[in-house]
């Protein structure tokens, strides 16, 4: 499932490293970064960043969103301070939270060619961090919920030539073109990988608004 998520061009992917400036962390300086929730009790948790950093709030300016264990966000933050001096730990005042969309790679087949769609899409951005490939993407609609998938044909199993050919499928339930929207999803790659073997290639392939196919080809490192 998909959820409709117009970000604001304050909110573009710019994702920043944790870096003092000068020997202090300034209130007015913003980062915004991708990760997980790592989630102690109700009220109370952390976030693991994409690159290893963790993040342990002490201010929240979101108390109403909810945090559930292993949840996908983006955060807006404020770093305050280091914790016990370390270079990957960090205090921090949380700005803002967004769910992000976290979805296994699904196998293609007969049985959900159709259901799965194969509407347009227009990818604006894609990329790897670790095991995840993150997918920032625009579409056509407004009124209902779309769904988003990555698709691997049942054919190209283990043991088949690289790269691994996987689908972006878009599926708009027919809902009318009202407006531009945009969002993120994030898929686990963990599926393609093959025992015995620490790396293997793969490409996305989607089609946009005026038919063209788009490639992304990448080598996933595990």
């Not at 993040?55 to 305050?80: C, D, G, H, W």
């Not at 073109?177 to 015995?196: P, T």
Request: hydrophobic residues 35%.
């Amino acid at each position: 499932m998909l959820f409709a998520l117009l970000l604001s061009a304050s909110l573009a992917l710019t994702l920043f490293s944790c870096e003092k400036d000068e020997d202090y962390y300034s209130l007015g300086d913003v980062w915004i970064s991708m990760g997980f929730i790592d989630q102690a009790n109700e009220g109370s948790f952390s976030i693991r960043l994409d690159n290893g950093d963790t993040l342990v709030p002490v201010s929240n300016a979101v108390p109403y969103f909810k945090t559930e264990n292993n949840q996908r966000i983006m955060v807006n933050y404020t770093i305050l301070d280091e914790v016990n001096q370390s270079t990957k730990k960090f205090y921090v005042k949380v700005n803002n939270l967004y769910e992000i969309l976290y979805k296994d790679i699904i196998e293609l087949t007969a049985l959900n060619n159709d259901s799965i769609g194969n509407d347009p899409v227009h990818i604006v951005d894609i990329w790897k961090s670790g095991s995840i490939l993150n997918v920032e993407f625009s579409f056509l609609g407004g009124g209902i919920t779309h769904y988003i998938n990555l698709a691997k044909p049942a054919e190209n199993s283990v043991g088949q030539s690289e790269p691994i050919e996987l689908e972006l499928r878009h599926n708009a339930r027919n809902d009318p073109f009202q407006y531009q929207l945009r969002s993120i999803v994030s898929f686990d790659l963990k599926s393609i990988e093959i025992i015995g073997r620490d790396s293997i290639q793969f490409k996305v392939i989607s089609t946009d608004y005026g038919g063209n196919k788009h490639t992304f080809s990448s080598t996933y490192k595990y």
